[in-house]
């Protein structure tokens, strides 16, 4: 067998030698087979010859002219190859001088970036200021038991200023209103009260050691100023007319704040029963506006700033402030100093469940989580130590939180409660009257979020169980009303059935026009009507002897104000199990429920039976005294919390809150971005107050749309129309 040679390695390379084998038998036999063909043919030899030759001749002309083109041919590709590769290196070239251009702008924005972000800092380290414990107070002195309470949280000791700064003002009946109003009064009562009594020890001390009152002590925790004004009020003034006819309804068209401040100041003397607080507290007005799309009122300008050109004896910065609803003054404000930078102590008070309000809408998937970021930053941002009325609030800052309910109610709701305690008892098991229409009822705002959907389901349930809804009366007002009584009374009866003269026969009136309007929920669809009455918005006091069960299905609320008062009122009170309601449930009147079957149970019981007597010690409980107590315990911190506080290090992170907040806020910029997060007429707070100051005019400050409005193109298109419609029209024929 023939040896492989070295260069043949692969299948090609074998077809290869083959064809070149082949190739030289073939032209070794090409001499031979011309005269054997010939000779075959029977053709002469030398014309054989001839034709081989000329044929030979033509083969060599067209490989001569084939080779020529594949020359040309050749020569063509490499001058395309040349133009190409130019082509190439051009494109490289380009591609790299962008590159590097842009290497250099992006390095020149960087570097940009990292100055800013230096000159940011930069500041945040020359002026960062803590916005949780300031190390410069009281919050750090390590003396003494670590259960001392810093005297800077410290509201038992004498010539604290303390303002109350809320959201919302009486007429309107809200808890925002009330609630602070009273919080103001008692905590004027008890300031004076602590004054009072370091008087009289000052006085029993100069006693014992024998000095004349005159002469001066180096204590001064024994000295007060009887002139200061110990508590202020700080609520909205709405300075619009509309806004004020809105909310307040046309009986209190308050044409200026020294009206609306009379009208406060007599129901705290008559209403509240507190004629020395409604002299003695001070009340100030900061400019607000309505918002009718959040149905809340929001200031315009910056509070604080108001606040300082109306105080000119005393010095903020050691006064102590609370914040009703700290999220809800916040997320709008107009740029300046921050609350814990103004104040000595903050103190924020959390009243609304924002994030179930926003759950029950249809953006409530991507607001939701907004109003919990941004809540909790403007709390942690903006106050020292916060205070839940209940746990059902989210988490804003864990090292800051206590939850407890500061809370109390009138004494008109107590006198109540006293008076059925001390009148005849009734037997311990009454008839049965379920078609009683004074024995149930609910009082508040009539909203779907206030849990009517739950009532009537168990409605429901109840007449499955029983054969029979619960009548119950229905007190308040809101803007679903309309809707809620239709799920109540179906709108196939809403026209009242009489009966025949004859006596004979029931006939019903005749229907109303057929209405197109959708209904809003299923329950309008019922055949059977639930007895229920729609008496509108009342006092509750005045509700007193009225009723002996509250029934209020709700879970959306913090702490229901109502629920507390009914309590109160010495009345029982039939509320679901839940974190909302944790602190009613002490009470004995309190039957709690956690699914239908308890709630009819408790129903039917609170039915044949009496209300246990308010004792004195329960009592107690509702008193806004006693709330007040609260108030202080929970608003004090502890050395050891403070301690505790400085180990997290979160102060520096509540300071950048404040800093960027406020930045933001600033200028043009500030107005669009309060625009685009759902400002709306509140907006506009750098405008506004470059208005106030002067700097800019009404015109000036309008927006394009009302500038082309009044402009002349606009008025000369408009002033056909105009005079068209002004000419009198002729006289008919």
């Known amino acids: 067998m023939m040896p492989k040679p070295k260069c043949i390695k692969t299948p090609l390379m074998y077809c290869l030698w083959v064809?070149?084998?082949?190739?030289?038998?073939?032209?070794?036999?090409?001499?031979?087979?011309?005269?054997?063909?010939?000779?075959?043919?029977g053709t002469p030899l030398n014309s054989t010859f001839d034709a081989v030759a000329e044929a030979e001749t033509t083969l060599d002309t067209n490989k001569r002219g084939f080779i020529l083109f594949r020359l040309f041919q050749r020569r063509s590709k490499a001058r395309e190859n040349r133009v190409r590769g130019r082509r190439r290196r051009d494109v490289k070239e380009r591609t790299a001088a962008l590159a590097l251009k842009m290497n250099e702008k992006l390095e020149e924005a960087r570097q940009m970036l990292l100055d800013r972000m230096a000159a940011i800092s930069f500041n945040l380290i020359n002026y960062e200021h803590d916005a949780s414990i300031n190390e410069n107070s009281s919050f750090f002195q390590l003396d003494g038991d670590p259960d001392d309470v810093t005297p800077q949280s410290d509201l038992s000791l004498p010539n604290r200023s303390i303002y109350v700064v809320t959201t919302a003002a009486l007429p309107w009946r809200t808890g925002t209103a009330v609630n602070p109003l009273l919080r103001a009064a008692y905590l004027s009562r008890r300031m004076r009260s602590i004054n009072c009594q370091i008087?009289?020890?000052?006085?029993?001390?100069?006693?014992?050691?024998?000095?004349?009152?005159?002469?001066?002590i180096c204590n001064e925790t024994l000295s007060t100023d009887p002139t200061k004004q110990y508590v202020t009020l700080v609520i909205p003034w709405l300075e619009l007319e509309e806004d004020r006819l809105e909310l307040y309804g046309p009986d209190n068209t308050f044409a200026t704040c020294h009206e609306q401040e009379a009208y406060i100041r007599d129901w705290l003397m008559n209403d509240a029963n507190m004629p020395e607080e409604a002299d003695q507290l001070r009340i100030l007005f900061y400019p607000a506006r309505y918002h009718a799309?959040?149905?809340?009122?929001?200031?315009?300008?910056?509070?604080?700033?108001?606040?300082?050109?109306q105080t000119t004896n005393e010095d903020l910065s050691d006064a102590v402030c609370f914040l009703e609803e700290p999220e809800h003054l916040n997320w709008y404000r107009a740029p300046g100093e921050g609350w814990t930078k103004v104040f000595n102590f903050v103190v924020g008070i959390v009243h609304t469940n924002y994030i179930e309000y926003a759950s029950t809408q249809f953006h409530g998937l991507w607001t939701a989580p907004a109003i919990q970021v941004m809540s909790s930053a403007m709390i942690r941002a903006y106050c020292h130590k916060v205070i839940k009325l209940s746990g059902v609030l989210q988490s804003y800052a864990p090292e800051k939180e206590v939850v407890e309910n500061v809370h109390g109610v009138r004494e008109d709701f107590i006198r109540e409660g006293r008076y059925r305690a001390a009148g005849p008892k009734n037997a311990s098991a009454a008839p049965l009257d379920e078609e009683s229409q004074d024995d149930i009822y609910y009082i508040g705002k009539i909203l779907w979020a206030k849990g009517f959907d739950l009532m009537l389901e168990l409605q429901k349930f109840y007449h499955e169980c029983t054969g029979k809804y619960f009548a119950i009366d229905i007190i308040g007002g809101g803007p679903d009303l309309d809707e809620i009584k239709r799920a109540f009374h179906g709108r196939r009866n809403s026209n009242a059935a009489h009966e025949h003269p004859r006596g004979k026969k029931k006939r019903f009136a005749r229907p109303a026009p057929l209405e197109f309007d959708i209904p809003k929920s299923i329950y309008e669809l019922r055949k059977n009507p639930i007895p229920s009455n729609f008496l509108g918005p009342m006092d509750h006091a005045a509700l007193g002897k009225k009723y002996k069960i509250f029934v209020n299905p709700s879970v959306s609320e913090v702490l229901c104000t109502t629920t507390f008062e009914a309590l109160a009122m010495g009345k029982f009170a039939i509320i679901p199990i839940h974190e909302s309601n944790k602190f009613f449930l002490r009470f004995p009147n309190c039957l709690g429920y956690r699914n239908k079957w308890e709630f009819a149970a408790s129903l039917r019981w609170a039915l044949t039976h009496e209300p246990e007597p308010l004792t004195p010690e329960l009592a107690n409980e509702f008193t806004w005294e006693a709330a007040t107590d609260r108030l202080i315990q929970s608003a004090a911190i502890t050395r050891r919390e403070a301690n505790e506080r400085a180990k997290l290090g979160t102060k520096k992170l509540d300071e950048r809150i404040e800093y960027f907040h406020h930045t933001l806020g600033k200028g043009t910029r500030g107005d669009a971005l309060r625009k685009v997060l759902g400002g709306g007429p509140i907006a506009n707070q750098v405008r506004y107050e470059m208005i106030k100051q002067g700097i800019i005019g009404e015109e000036e400050s309008e927006g394009i749309a009302e500038k082309f409005k009044r402009s002349s193109f606009v008025q000369a298109i408009k002033s056909p129309f105009v005079t068209a419609n002004t000419q009198p029209r002729p006289a008919s024929l």
């Not at 001390?205 to 009152?213: I, R």
């Open 19 to 41: 064809t070149v084998i082949i190739w030289g038998l073939l032209l070794c036999n090409a001499d031979e087979q011309p005269a054997a063909l010939a000779q075959a043919n």
């Open 199 to 216: 008087n009289t020890t000052r006085a029993h001390v100069l006693d014992e050691v024998g000095m004349h009152p005159n002469e001066k």
């Open 293 to 309: 799309g959040l149905k809340s009122i929001f200031a315009m300008g910056d509070i604080c700033a108001v606040l300082r050109n």
